[in-house]
């Protein structure tokens, strides 16, 4: 019966229990946040409830649990089942959608990584050097992006990597970054052994690359982010998990921005974009991603808010003192409000404080 529907609960999953682990951690429960990080995840959708504000649709989250923290008794876990259930429920922000029911299941596997768990497996991760990692990616504080894209498309790819560096995002490009005297395999190995997240650029004949597949496949390998966007042709393979994100050449990095907004170490690079933040077209391009954030920390807000105060650019952005909300939106204040629940305001000299 919804066989036809897209639903966007199974891709929000992760980023729900990464928020539920944290969660747990703060609040020192540590049973619940083990059970969260060292399950294996299965989400059975959907069942339909008609409602009288309309149709609902619940999905079943199955959390496959190792032996060794699989709940003592009955009562224990359906206590841990309804907990989680009742906690994922006041987190995600998927509308008409929500999680039914929770399960837990005991891993009834041999543990996949106990060769790595003894001690003496040897590892083959290659180890890249400072020196190598500043070459291929700049100063660090960026966040690290593989764009694996045709040849054809080499033209637009190389101007969407200097849109990307506004928001904090140092991106590779198979055919800019290599130096001429570098053998270029290994160069494309280390950018994808040092990457944070994959980008996928999903032209026309993207698959008969000899080497795109293979990109993708090490970033699987490597389970950092991957993010197909859809510019011709659909996702395949593995990446068919993931809803793709269609959009134009011009409208791309800021689309890829959005969705990796959502790691921490893309959070990090934003705040540090925002911090180098050079002209004011560039504070009301960073200034879009503000409702895509869920929270900050603490140490974030700070410097966040240090950044706005400190440098004009920033300041002086309508995305970010909200002058021109009609167009520009609301700016940073609200948000400020939203991630902390503090009543930050505009001092007499125009500084936000609490």
């Not at 429960?29 to 299965?42: A, F, G, H």
């Not at 003894?118 to 966040?143: C, F, H, L, N």
């Not at 764009?147 to 033209?155: D, F, G, V």
């Not at 130096?179 to 395999?185: A, L, M, R, S």
Request: glycine share 8%.
């Amino acid at each position: 019966m919804n066989d036809d529907i897209v639903f966007a609960m199974p891709g929000e999953i992760e980023r729900c229990l990464a928020t539920l682990s944290k969660m747990y951690e703060k609040k020192g429960q540590t049973q619940l946040q083990n059970i969260i990080v060292n399950s294996r995840t299965r989400l059975q959708v959907a069942s339909e409830n008609n409602n009288w504000d309309g149709v609902t649709y619940g999905h079943g989250l199955y959390l496959t649990v190792p032996a060794p923290i699989f709940p003592g008794s009955v009562k224990e876990k359906t206590g841990i089942e309804i907990s989680i259930l009742e906690d994922i429920n006041k987190i995600h922000h998927v509308q008409d959608e929500y999680i039914e029911s929770v399960h837990l299941e005991m891993d009834s596997q041999t543990d996949p990584d106990w060769r790595q768990q003894s001690g003496v497996q040897i590892s083959y991760k290659r180890i890249i050097s400072a020196s190598t990692t500043d070459r291929i990616w700049g100063p660090e504080g960026y966040y690290r992006v593989f764009l694996t894209h045709k040849a054809e498309a080499k033209k637009e790819t190389a101007i969407l990597k200097t849109q990307l560096k506004v928001y904090g995002i140092s991106a590779f490009v198979a055919h800019e970054d290599i130096e001429p005297t570098k053998e270029w395999q290994t160069e494309i190995e280390n950018a994808l052994h040092s990457m944070d997240a994959l980008v996928a650029l999903l032209t026309d004949n993207f698959h008969d690359s000899n080497w795109t597949d293979q990109e993708v496949g090490f970033a699987f390998g490597r389970n950092v982010p991957i993010v197909p966007i859809k510019m011709g042709k659909d996702p395949y393979g593995f990446m068919g998990k993931f809803q793709a994100c269609s959009c134009t050449w011009d409208t791309a990095a800021k689309e890829i921005a959005k969705i990796l907004i959502k790691q921490d170490g893309m959070l990090n690079a934003y705040i540090k974009a925002v911090q180098d933040c050079g002209n004011w077209e560039a504070g009301n391009t960073l200034s879009v991603l503000f409702p895509l954030i869920d929270n900050m920390s603490g140490k974030q807000v700070s410097d966040l808010v240090s950044a706005y105060n400190s440098n004009f650019n920033v300041s002086g952005s309508f995305g970010f003192n909200g002058i021109h909300s009609h167009t520009f939106g609301n700016g940073l204040l609200p948000h400020l409000i939203r991630w902390t629940g503090k009543n930050y305001r505009f001092s007499p000299d125009g500084k936000i404080v609490s």
